[in-house]
């Protein structure tokens, strides 16, 4: 069975930074293309950054020099490092898996705001 599970999402002030977290279970994360997704209120859902299993990385323009996407095989972890953080990255993010028709983590909010 696969599960996802996000952590380290919270409150920040603009321009701070979070390291959210993703860990796997009933997946090696390194043998699949994994994403970021997020979904602001009112908004539809996002992909927010993509890792292959080659180990190349794709951002959404708005994210890009401020979000990295990485991975840890031997801990079979995925992250998602935001700085500079702005208002407008204020959503819930997801931990996706690119397997079939896709797995997801529940979400974990990251709110922006002084």
């Known amino acids: 069975q696969v599960q996802l599970v996000e952590s380290g999402g919270g409150l920040v002030q603009p321009g701070g930074s979070l390291r959210l977290s993703c860990a796997a279970s009933g997946i090696r994360l390194s043998l699949y293309p994994m994403d970021w997704y997020r979904q602001a209120p009112g908004k539809q859902r996002e992909l927010v950054a993509t890792?292959?299993?080659?180990?190349?990385?794709n951002y959404v323009e708005s994210v890009k020099g401020r979000f990295t996407i990485s991975r840890d095989n031997a801990n079979n972890m995925m992250y998602l490092h935001m700085n500079s953080l702005k208002p407008e990255d204020t959503a819930v993010y997801y931990c996706h898996a690119s397997i079939g028709n896709g797995y997801w983590g529940k979400g974990i909010l990251v709110t922006v705001s002084s």
């Open positions: 890792l292959t299993s080659g180990g190349s990385t």
